[in-house]
C-alpha cells in the first residue's frame, strides 16, 4: 500500500510493509542539477563537520550534525540507486549515533557532578551568610541606614551567589 504524504516533496513515498511497518523510499529528482547540489551540499557539510570534529572530537553538536549529515547522505545514494554506498553511509550514521549518545550521557554526568559540588558548597555559604547578615543588619539599623539596606544586603548577598538575601531574612 503507498501512502502519498503531501507536506513533503515528491521524492519520497511511503509504503506500509507486512506488520505494519512503514518503509520510506527516496527517488532522485527530475533536475539533475538539483540532484548535483543536494550533493555537493552534503558533501561540503561532511568534509566542514570532520574538520570540526579534528579540533574537537568530543563535540557533542558537531557528532550530532555529523549524524544528521550522513542521514541525508545515504537518501541521495539511495536516490541514485547505490546501494552499497547507502549501506556504508548507514554503517557511519550508527557510528556517529553511538558517539552523540556517549558524549551526551558524558556531558549530563557532568552536569550532574558539577551539581552535586554547588549543592554541597551552598550550605556552607548559607550558614556564613545567615551569621553574618543578621549582624549587618544590626549595625545598620544603629547608623540609621534603613531605606538603603536592602541594597547593600543585596550587593553583599550576591557575593555568596546563588543564595538570595530574602532567603536568609
Not at 538539483?34 to 550533493?39: E, L
Amino acid at each position: 500500500m503507498l501512502i502519498q504524504d503531501h507536506r513533503t516533496s515528491t521524492n519520497k513515498s511511503t509504503t506500509i510493509e507486512a506488520g505494519n511497518r512503514a518503509k520510506v523510499t527516496y527517488k532522485k529528482p527530475q533536475q539533475q542539477k538539483d540532484f548535483d547540489t543536494a550533493q555537493a551540499c552534503v558533501k561540503r557539510g561532511l568534509e566542514e563537520i570532520e574538520n570540526a570534529i579534528k579540533l574537537d572530537p568530543n563535540n557533542e553538536s558537531a557528532w550530532s550534525y555529523k549524524t544528521n549529515l550522513l542521514i541525508e547522505a545515504s537518501k541521495l545514494a539511495e536516490m541514485d540507486g547505490k546501494m552499497d554506498q547507502k549501506a556504508q553511509l548507514d554503517k557511519q550514521r550508527e557510528e556517529a549515533q553511538k558517539r552523540t549518545s556517549a558524549l551526551s550521557e558524558a556531558n549530563q554526568k557532568k552536569k550532574e557532578e558539577e551539581e552535586a559540588k554547588k549543592a554541597a558548597a551552598s550550605p556552607a555559604k548559607s550558614k556564613l551568610v545567615r551569621f553574618i547578615l543578621p549582624l549587618l543588619i544590626v549595625v545598620m539599623l544603629d547608623f540609621r541606614v534603613g531605606h538603603h539596606l536592602f541594597v547593600i544586603l543585596d550587593i553583599i548577598g550576591s557575593c555568596f551567589s546563588p543564595i538570595r538575601v530574602s532567603d536568609c531574612i
